[in-house]
């Protein structure tokens, strides 16, 4: 067998193995080369628009506790690379600045990682229509494919029956309860984030009550959803107070901080954004231990003065779950890769740069173990692929938990 015939017979196997959701490597060996044997949502409110257009309530079980780090099988000989398709829509003027950073970070991900593989950027518009038919056409042409990123065009691909090959999705299609057996998931995802920092508040405080603070923005309100279902599940009981911005906020924190005197709760989630929490921190100050997710990190300050400040001030103390990439800039697995050339972009951006750096390598994985599970370090936090309760592939990602102190992140061990 030459190496052509090598590699299509191992590219079979990944199609068996990930139609079978994995379970055809339980044990078995791998009968191709080595080789082969293996919702955007944006989490912050800085950039609304971008957020509704992606709009992406991925909902994902909590994640598997994370396996010791195997190495990746070698990679493929260099003159027979694995070639990826990268599915965005490039050529949308609403989505094309999202789509860019993905691409960026895909490519920088490929840079560092990508010997023995081949990567086609495929641009796509907005209509489903465009996207399937880009989809057949990358499909014929490729081994794996990465995309779509909007909701919309993975729910069409997900409707369909184009998927006819290891396809990681950037976003999560609503209201589906199965999706096609080669569809791997690995979109960001709000509602997964607030659920687990309401597995992180719980375990710090077993039998708290929580006060759940919220604005008026379509992620602040699903954020607040996923973190209250996700408490009460786990046998807490909790309160809504909602803090509207412009004037209507001023008279809520009125009204806040009567209730924090009358009847203060054991903890504070804050669905807001870091200009939105400001004020409550100020309010509540240290006493009542404050959680949010990656909303409430406000990134980069505007105002960053020379001393190098992050925009953290006023928010000592609050306990924050968000991306690696953007909150443990020293973590080694971060370090490897470079930064967007546009260091003022929005915090928004700067996490699908990172999502577009995993995709790569998720991918990687996938073409490298055959549709084995795998679990690897990525800088959007640590992430599990294995079969779920109905035998598909999965993945579960598990974001990075940090304290606010004296104006930087500290890492915190959740497990504790």
């Known amino acids: 067998m030459n190496i052509l015939e090598a590699r299509r017979a191992g590219l079979a196997w990944l199609l068996v193995a990930m139609s079978m959701g994995g379970h055809a490597m339980a044990g078995a060996p791998c009968a191709g080369p080595q080789r082969l044997c293996a919702s955007v949502d944006t989490n912050t409110s800085a950039h609304a628009v971008t957020l509704a257009m992606l709009d992406d309530p991925a909902i994902q079980p909590r994640p598997i506790k994370p396996q010791a780090n195997e190495p990746s099988p070698p990679p493929p000989p260099s003159d027979t690379p694995i070639r990826i398709a990268l ?3 490039l050529r949308s003027s ?4 999202a789509a ?36 057949a056409r990358a499909a014929v042409a490729s081994d794996i494919i990465v995309g779509p990123l909007a909701r919309a065009a993975v729910a069409a691909l997900a409707d369909s029956d184009a998927v006819t090959r290891p396809t990681v999705v950037l976003s999560v299609p609503e209201g ?7 569809m791997l998931v690995a979109g960001l995802s709000i509602e997964d984030e607030a659920r687990q920092v309401a597995e992180w508040a719980a375990r710090e405080h077993p039998h708290g009550r929580a006060l759940i603070l ?24 909790d309160q809504r ?7 209507g906020g001023k008279a809520a924190i009125d009204e806040l ?12 989630f804050a669905a807001l954004d870091g200009a939105g929490l400001r004020p409550v921190r100020a309010l509540a100050g240290a006493a009542i231990p404050c959680y949010g997710g990656g909303a409430a990190n406000p990134g980069r300050s505007a ?13 000592d103390g609050v306990r924050i779950l968000d991306l690696p990439w953007m909150v443990l800039p020293d973590h080694p697995v971060v370090m490897v890769y470079p930064r967007p050339l546009h260091t003022e972009q929005a915090p928004d951006m700067d996490r699908l740069y990172a999502l577009g750096i995993d995709a790569f390598r998720v991918a990687r994985e996938l073409a490298l173990r055959g549709g084995a599970p795998f679990g690897i370090d990525g800088v959007t936090g640590r992430l599990d692929v294995a079969p779920g309760p109905g035998g598909q592939l999965e993945l579960r990602r598990r974001e990075a938990a940090v304290i606010v102190r004296d104006g930087a992140f500290a890492p915190v061990d959740r497990e504790r």
Do not use: N
């Open 257 to 268: 901080r009567q209730k924090l005197e009358i009847d203060p709760p054991d903890l504070l």
């Open 100 to 135: 860019e950073a993905v691409r960026a970070g895909f490519m920088a991900g490929m840079e560092r990682d990508g010997t023995g593989f081949k990567a086609e950027v495929v641009p796509t518009g907005d209509a489903p229509r465009d996207v399937l038919d880009a989809y």
């Open 87 to 89: 599915l965005l829509p």
């Open 176 to 182: 589906r309860p199965a999706l096609p057996r080669l």
């Open 303 to 315: 105002q960053e003065d020379l001393s190098g400040s992050s925009g953290l001030s006023g928010l």
């Open 94 to 97: 609403t989505l094309a600045p």
């Open 241 to 247: 107070f909602a803090v509207p911005s412009g004037e």
């Open 214 to 237: 919220t604005g008026g923005a379509a992620w602040a309100q699903r954020a607040a959803g996923a973190f209250e279902a996700r408490w009460t599940r786990l046998g807490h009981t």
